[in-house]
């Protein structure tokens, strides 16, 4: 019976020790705050900015989406290429 004493005394012992050392990591918690393993905090968006932000990246995409007006040429600089090439091929025919 001694020697059961003697068990629940170093198990009472070694619960102290326990409790004290998570009592010490209890409070190097504290006093880091509440800071998350990457560093940063957490920290939530209302509804109200996410539609913001939602709405702002909306109209960055449309803004890209939205195509550049076609460059058209007139009737008078289609017939300068139409003759400039007609004349190159005219060269080319006399030439071979």
Known sequence: ???LSVVVQQLRRERDRAQKEVQ????????LGS?????AS???MSAAGRRRI???QKAR???Q???KPQRTISAAGRRRI???QKARWAKMKRAG
């Open 42 to 44: 957490r920290h939530t």
């Open 35 to 39: 800071v998350s393993s990457n560093g």
């Open 82 to 84: 139409a003759a400039a």
């Open 54 to 56: 939602s709405l702002a």
């Open 65 to 67: 989406r939205t195509a």
């Open 24 to 31: 010490r990591l209890d409070t190097a918690l504290a006093a």
């Open 1 to 3: 019976m001694e020697t």
């Open 61 to 63: 995409w449309a803004k």
